[in-house]
């Protein structure tokens, strides 16, 4: 598995899906499904993606670190 980190290609809006995706080794477009299925049932979706948004660095600063 990869480190996790939000990818400079492949984002829509701030590229969470896409770098969970290449963590778990699954499509990006299968992880923005996922999220949004998951949104039609309750819970803290919304919060969960801006906290992994602002923790999960940048591809360009992940590379800098390793």
């Keep these: 598995m990869s480190s996790l980190y ?8 701030a590229g969470v899906c896409s770098g ?13 499904l996922i999220f949004v299925l998951s949104c039609l049932l309750p819970g803290p979706q919304f919060v969960i993606y801006i906290v992994l948004w602002v923790l999960m660095p940048d591809e360009s600063k992940a590379r ?3």
Excluded at 6 to 13: A, H, Q, S, T, V
Excluded at 20 to 32: D, Q, T, V, Y
Aim: charged letters at 30%.
């Design 6 to 13: 939000r990818p400079r290609d492949n984002r829509w809006i």
């Design 20 to 32: 969970l995706a290449r963590r778990f080794g699954i499509s990006p477009n299968m992880m923005r």
């Design 64 to 66: 800098t670190y390793n």
